[in-house]
Structures are given as C-alpha cells and as structure tokens.
C-alpha cells in the first residue's frame, strides 16, 4: 500500500469516525434536553395536583373546578408545558387527584426533518384525606366526652364556622379518665419534662413534630398526675394572647383519657381561640373558640383516629409510581 493509499484511508476513517462522534452527540444533548424539559415538568405536575388536591378538601363536589385549577397550576409553573389530563377519584373523605403534563420540544438533533422530537411528559398524583398525624398541636388538650357540645361537634362535623364555649367542668365526672382529669381540658407537655419557655412556644406556634392520632405512644403530663395539669395553662396565658391576637385557625388535641402514664391523643379539631379565661374557681375558667374543619399540616391520610371533617394533602406519586396513600403500592 502506497503513501497516499494510506493518507485516503486515514481519511475515511476519520470521516467514519466524525460521523459517530456526532451521532453520539446528538444522542446525548437530545436525551439531556429531554430530561431539562421533563425536571421542568415534574414541579408543575406537583404543584397543580396539590393545588387540586386542597380545592377538593373545601369543595370535594367539584372535580371539574379542581381541574381546571390544576390546569391553571400546570402553565403557571412552565409556561411550554400543557396539560393533557386531569383523572379525580374518591368521596367527600378523601380521594386522589392524578394530573398528567407533556411539553412539546421544537429543537433536536435527531428529530425527523419538519418534525419535533418525543415530548417530554410528567404525572403526579396526589391524595386528600383524614391525617394518619398531625403537626402543629397546640399544648391544650380537650376532653373528647366531657362536653356534649364538644362531642357533637366531632362527631358531626360542621361546614362552616361554629362558636363553642367549653368551660372546665366535667358533664361527666368519669369522662376521659374519670378523676386522673379534673376537668375539660388540660395542659399536654409532648415531650415530658418541657419546660413552661417551650410549652408556651407549642402555644404560638405549634408543636414542630407529628403526634399520631390514636397511637400507640402517649403524650406526657410531665412526670405529674394529670389532674394537675390544668394548672399549668395559666402559666402560659401571656402565648395564647398572641395565638388570640393572631386569629390563626390552629389544631387542638382531642383525648379520651389521661392517667399516670399521659394523654391519649386521639384526634384534633382546628379552632381558632379568640377568648378565654382562668380567673378565679376552675369552674369559671373557659376558653372560647370559632371551629371550622379544614386543611391542616400532618402525615396522609387515613388515620385510625376521631375524623372532625380535617383533611391532609401529600403527592402520593409520581409517573406511574403509586405510595399506599394513593390506594396502592409501586407501579401502575
């Protein structure tokens, strides 16, 4: 084989070889693009479930607004991605809401000539439903069967806001643990042994951990009996003016008993407290408070305690991909 044999089969070789480092190239700024646009997708996929997923807890009648809530959702997340399908399966105590996106690409390497390349495409589906628990509890525990008033209120859960006074006294001397519980309501240290500082903080703010509802745990009385603990609620009336003064519509536990060992958390109501008071004999304390059901922060759904009408959301999946809060497990 002579010199310039050589020379033009370098040349071909090289062209071969050009030719396939393009091609891979291609491949991949395409496949990267795809994955751009889909990492694009996702959060808007999120977004507009959840969004639909919290106007079917207020209105659980209207899938066809909860829809278009999320098609909303989807365009104000990307504005190149559509929605292609909204799905709204479940009743009035929970349900999902699957949405599912596509966003068209108009630039590729490898598309056919005057066409596009594949479409990216995203779903996420997420559920409403009664918290399994919940965060955020405020340090004021209510006596589940103490109060007619209070009971019938759990038990039926109203759609608007009602007014409730509940004053200390027990209706029912043996109800939520008989005499360990003096009264109505008491203060529930979550941790045991917190101090008045932190119990006050819960007071404003919540408590920052989720407490399972009808668990197998018990929140503490501090290493005190239980019937001692009302006292405790005056010592952090300076926290629960600034809750009053907030009007922030918050959850309160609800129990069914209290003893030596803690109080037994069984579910919640979400109330906004707007007086109270502790002045005097413990059968004029009171506290005041306007109760409406709702959407609150917690672990869904589906929880084995009281259902008082408050509802939970959470992406539950993700392309197929389905938790047990959606119903099932793993893929669809």
């Avoid at 596509?102 to 066409?115: C, D, H, N, V, Y």
């Avoid at 759609?159 to 043996?174: G, N, Q, R, W």
């Avoid at 009171?286 to 759904?301: M, Y």
């Amino acid at each position: 084989m002579t010199a310039a044999d050589e020379r033009g089969a370098t040349l071909v070789l090289v062209a071969l070889l050009l030719t396939a480092m393009l091609g891979l190239t291609a491949l991949v700024v395409d496949v990267g693009g795809m994955r751009v646009a889909r990492r694009a997708l996702v959060p808007a996929a999120d977004a507009a479930a959840l969004a639909a997923a919290q106007d079917l807890v207020e209105r659980p009648w209207d899938r066809a607004g909860a829809c278009a809530t999320a098609r909303t959702y989807v365009t104000a997340n990307d504005v190149d991605a559509t929605m292609t399908d909204c799905e709204v399966t479940g009743n009035s105590g929970g349900g999902v809401v699957t949405v599912w996106t596509t966003r068209e690409r108009t630039s590729s390497f490898l598309a056919p000539p005057g066409g596009s390349f594949e479409p990216a495409e995203a779903s996420s589906a997420a559920a409403w439903g009664p918290p399994r628990a919940i965060t955020g509890l405020r340090p004021v525990g209510l006596c589940y069967d103490g109060s007619p008033e209070l009971k019938q209120l759990i038990d039926n859960p109203p759609s608007s806001v009602v007014y409730l006074e509940l004053p200390f006294p027990k209706v029912d001397a043996t109800a939520c643990g008989g005499v360990s519980t003096t009264g109505n309501f008491l203060s529930v240290d979550f941790e045991g042994g917190a101090s008045t500082a932190e119990v006050g903080q819960w007071a404003v703010d919540g408590y920052p951990e989720p407490v399972a509802l009808d668990g197998p745990t018990t929140t503490g009385c501090s290493g005190q009996p239980c019937a001692d603990r009302p006292y405790a609620i005056p010592a952090i009336s300076g926290d629960l003016d600034e809750l009053v003064d907030s009007g922030d519509y918050v959850p309160w536990p609800i129990y069914d008993y209290a003893d030596s060992d803690g109080v037994h958390v069984i579910g919640f109501i979400r109330a906004r407290l707007y007086w109270y008071a502790f002045q005097g004999p413990l059968e004029y304390w009171t506290l005041a408070f306007k109760v409406e059901p709702g959407l609150v922060i917690g672990t869904c759904c589906g929880g084995p305690g009281l259902d008082a009408g408050n509802r939970v959301v959470a992406i539950c999946g993700v392309d197929g991909w389905r938790s047990p809060e959606c119903g099932g497990g793993g893929s669809s």
